[in-house]
């Protein structure tokens, strides 16, 4: 087993689901008041891959390169408003666990760091920015 595998590994045994869970609701308390009051009828869910069927859909081959995915209307793309309140399901957004400790094995980032990160950047299209805003406000981080 190589270096980044052995820290991939170390990295899953100190973050598993629950606490890496934990995190990214850390993560959305921790929001000023002005962002997280935008936040509305938005599920999270960790889960350890992103699906087959997502990684075709969006073009990527190697599973470890989608740490994130946000699925739902953007605000601004909403008409009247924020157009909840008459039995719609939640806009999700998705943690993908095992990609996101790989790329923290790789780069070495600190974990929690990266799920912030993620969690930012998937909020971010919520609020209706697209990767290339998103990598200005960034700075070029990946996500």
Partial sequence: MGRRAERREAL???WPQNRFAAEAERV???LPP????????????????????VLREMG????????GLYRGVPLPERGGG???GH??????????????LAWCAEEGEDVAACIRET?????????????????????????
């Fill in 28 to 30: 959305v308390a921790s």
């Fill in 12 to 14: 899953a045994r100190a």
């Fill in 119 to 143: 969690v930012l950047h998937e909020l971010g299209h919520y609020l209706g920015l697209d990767d290339e805003a998103l990598e200005r406000l960034d700075g070029g981080g990946g996500g």
């Fill in 82 to 84: 924020t157009g909840y």
């Fill in 34 to 53: 002005w962002f997280r009051d935008r936040v509305e009828n938005v599920a999270f869910f960790v889960t350890e891959w992103p699906p087959a069927e």
């Fill in 87 to 100: 039995g719609e399901l939640p806009d999700t957004i998705h943690l993908y666990r095992q990609p996101i």
């Fill in 60 to 67: 990527i081959d190697d599973p470890l390169g989608l740490l």
